[in-house]
């Protein structure tokens, strides 16, 4: 049985009711076409190409993971979308990538890498989620979903700990900041994902000015087969719509067993210790 997927290029603002609103608009274009799992861009509740840190926070009860939950209750779709809770200490906020199924919230996950790079200083608004933690794979259908986000793009092995977990998709939102050779970072990086991975891997992106690349859907031979429209940058928004088929990730896996003549684990590095 295949499943349905849209991936969503989506433009949202500091109007934290405005992007609960529009992200239930989308859910419900998804249900209207017959998907079962909406995935939407890092920060779908709240965002500011200048910096998002704890004003643009909420807790995972409050109102936008509420909203998603009362969309995927009506419709049926899973919903991946990202947001903000405030930290747990110093001022900081935590960037959440939310599951959310019928049933209501399933999962968390907590962005690992944090964008201290390009010029960027993510961490100075922003608190890691811990490297230990469980990764998070969910059942959608006939198929599993991994969670990633953004940066942990740029990290092979975040994917490999979902692979190991048992991950057939790999979904990534991103709010995929903008600069030279950026956009085709994004595309190239999705694909390396899939191939290593034989994995489907669905990217999903905030829109509008300070970011690029676009909604794009990779299989798992790394053959992209659904993109967007190249709106990134212009505050366009855009779905992109795809078949997932898991019979193709058993096919691809028996033709290329990368993953079965592998001879390296993934583990997680001790904390880092910050330098004066």
């Not at 807790?59 to 930290?87: C, K, N, Q, S, Y």
């Not at 001022?91 to 999962?107: D, E, M, Q």
């Not at 991975?197 to 990217?203: E, F, I, K, N, P």
Request: aromatic letters at 4%; a negative charge; charged letters at 20%.
């Amino acid at each position: 049985m295949t499943l349905r997927v849209h991936v969503a290029g989506m433009r949202t603002g500091t109007d934290r009711a405005a992007n609960a609103a529009a992200a239930v608009d989308l859910v419900e274009h998804a249900a209207a076409d017959g998907a079962g799992l909406l995935v939407l861009p890092e920060y779908a509740a709240a965002f500011d190409p200048h910096g998002v840190g704890r004003e643009h926070a909420e807790p995972l009860d409050g109102p936008f993971v509420r909203a998603l939950e009362a969309a995927a209750a009506r419709t049926g779709v899973h919903v991946i979308a990202g947001t903000l809770t405030p930290g747990e200490a110093d001022g900081r906020a935590a960037n959440v990538v939310v599951v959310v199924a019928p049933t209501g919230l399933v999962a968390a996950y907590r962005k690992v890498h944090l964008y201290d790079a390009f010029g960027h200083r993510e961490s100075d608004r922003l608190e890691p989620g811990p490297a230990d933690a469980a990764p998070v794979v969910v059942d959608v259908a006939a198929l599993r979903v991994g969670v990633m986000t953004c940066y942990d793009l740029r990290f092979p092995e975040s994917a490999r700990r979902l692979v190991d977990s048992g991950a057939t998709v790999l979904a990534v939102p991103a709010a995929w900041a903008a600069g030279e050779h950026k956009a085709e970072h994004w595309g190239t990086l999705l694909r390396a994902r899939a191939i290593e991975s034989t994995a489907y891997v669905l990217g999903s992106v905030q829109t509008g000015p300070g970011v690029t690349g676009d909604p794009t859907v990779v299989d798992p031979d790394g053959v992209v087969i659904s993109a967007g429209p190249g709106v990134a940058g212009g505050g366009e928004q855009a779905v992109v719509v795809a078949e997932l088929d898991p019979a193709r990730v058993v096919a691809t896996r028996e033709r290329s067993p990368s993953l079965a003549n592998r001879r390296y684990g993934v583990v997680p590095l001790p904390p880092r210790v910050p330098q004066d």
